[in-house]
């Protein structure tokens, strides 16, 4: 039987006091705070149905290990929230000789078969990066690493651009992952219409509908007056 190395992939989510700033205009400070709790729990729910991986959400906040724990994921304490590229690189400090992967909590739409060609195994290659941006093409919403210090968190404006020159500059092989799912990361309300155009159905589409607000032309408003 052919042994396949398990992969440690993490979820950092922010402060939610601090979450989706840019949608202010559209949902309220608390309503911002449900969607990332929301949007969490589609992912998680889609990650728990993995093979030959652990799951690890990084925070800080109760409200977000509620989510994990009925997920049936793991947790990864800061303790006191940190930026983000902080958090991450001190869940990397948990696997330093084991592939891990990074995978944002505001991806919905990510599909099982997605996220398993993010993190397929490596086939005994010690130093691969896998990105998968988003759909500007400049932010990563998907980051594989063959070793968890293989290369230091770099997320933020442009950060594709910048992995896809670290790995040059070190000589690291890197592989792209494009995928609609993936891609797709929320936060504003353009993002907001593109999810509600793709699908009617998750833990995201239900707290928006609950909300009564209409997103987009195939939103189903309901409870709207």
């Not at 006191?80 to 948990?94: D, I, M, R, T």
């Not at 239900?206 to 408003?221: A, E, S």
Request: aromatic fraction near 6%; charge should be neutral; proline fraction near 4%.
């Amino acid at each position: 039987m052919t042994h396949r190395a398990m992969t440690n992939i993490i979820v950092p989510i922010k402060d939610l006091s601090q979450a989706k700033q840019r949608l202010a205009g559209v949902l309220t400070k608390e309503h911002c705070e449900g969607l990332v709790l929301a949007m969490l729990e589609d992912l998680l729910i889609t990650l728990s149905t993995l093979p030959s991986c652990t799951v690890w959400v990084l925070a800080s906040n109760t409200k977000v290990f509620q989510v994990a724990q009925r997920c049936g994921v793991r947790i990864i304490n800061e303790h006191e929230s940190q930026g983000y590229n902080q958090a991450v690189e001190f869940g990397f400090k948990h696997f330093p000789g084991e592939s891990v992967a990074v995978i944002p909590g505001d991806v919905p739409l990510a599909s099982a078969a997605e996220i398993l060609q993010l993190i397929k195994p490596t086939h005994n290659r010690e130093e691969l990066v896998r990105l998968a941006p988003d759909r500007e093409k400049r932010g990563t919403n998907g980051l594989f690493l063959s070793r968890g210090n293989l290369m230091e968190p770099s997320f933020g404006s442009h950060s594709y651009t910048r992995y896809l020159g670290t790995a040059k500059d070190k000589g690291i092989s890197v592989e792209k992952v494009f995928s609609t799912g993936l891609a797709l990361d929320i936060d504003t309300p353009a993002d907001l219409e593109q999810l509600v155009r793709q699908t009617q159905e998750g833990e995201t589409i239900k707290f928006l509908k609950q909300l009564g607000r209409n997103f987009g032309p195939q939103f189903l408003n309901q409870g709207a007056a």
